[in-house]
DNA sequence: TTGCCGATTACCT
DNA sequence: GGTAATCGGCAAC
């Protein structure tokens, strides 16, 4: 049950991007709360370089500003008035880059996860990265947590990932304006049910 | 201080 | 396929 090390982090955000998927996110919100989602479906966001990302340019605004810690820390952000999404930062000290984690598939605590977001089929309970925060009940408060100890942590494949069962395309919703739309830094697990849309 | 817009979702036709 | 909901972030004024 140990966490994956700072150093996973440290490797280029599409690698990192590409070797989450398998991988679990832990929240363990308090005591005998515990929920578990396997990592189905990400998206890269390259930083000052990537014309999508909320650093681009190497802005440091309040919100942004827990991308430039080092890997392995939470960025979550609001959106839309009424979403968070949950992000991996990724990259060293002032390396603004992040991953995106779009799905998991639920794994343990769900009947928390239908108390915090009631529907009627299993699969739309975190097939998004609006509705899994909602389920996991992850808001501004996660925003900076460290993700190498509890609460919030991310644990190891437990099985091998091959690079032939993951598909990519580009990033869903960041407009069509710049070329960076057609990036393909968008990662999914081949046929698995639980990716978005 | 104002006004536009967004890394979404649910619900409509 | 299209769009309303809803409000903080952000850039411009």
Redesign the pocket.
């Known amino acids: 049950m140990t966490s994956l090390p700072r150093e996973f982090y440290f490797q280029p955000t599409k690698t990192v991007a590409q070797k989450l998927l398998g991988c679990r996110l832990v929240f363990e919100p308090r005591r005998g709360q515990r929920l578990v989602g396997k990592i189905v479906e990400t998206?890269a966001?390259l930083g000052s370089e990537d014309p999508?990302?909320?650093?681009f340019g190497g802005?440091r605004?309040?919100?942004?500003q827990s991308?430039y810690l080092p890997g392995g820390h939470a960025?979550v952000?609001?959106?839309?008035?009424?979403?968070h999404?949950f992000?991996v930062v990724t990259g060293t000290v002032d390396q603004p880059d992040?991953v995106?984690i779009?799905a998991v598939e639920p794994e343990e605590g769900l009947k928390f996860m239908e108390r915090n977001?009631p529907?009627q089929r299993k699969v739309?309970l975190t097939?998004?990265?609006?509705?899994?925060c909602l389920a996991f009940g992850i808001d501004q408060r996660q925003d900076g947590l460290s993700l190498l100890k509890s609460p919030l942590m991310i644990l190891p494949r437990e099985e091998e990932i091959s690079s032939r069962q993951i598909s990519k395309g580009p990033?869903?919703?960041?407009?069509t304006?710049h070329e960076a739309c057609y990036w393909p830094l968008r990662f999914w697990i081949k046929m698995n049910p639980y990716v978005?849309r």
């Open positions: 998206e966001y999508a990302c909320h650093s802005r605004t309040k919100r942004v991308m960025y952000y609001f959106i839309y008035g009424m979403y999404c992000n992040a995106l779009r977001r529907v739309d097939n998004g990265p609006g509705k899994l990033r869903i919703g960041i407009g304006h978005s």
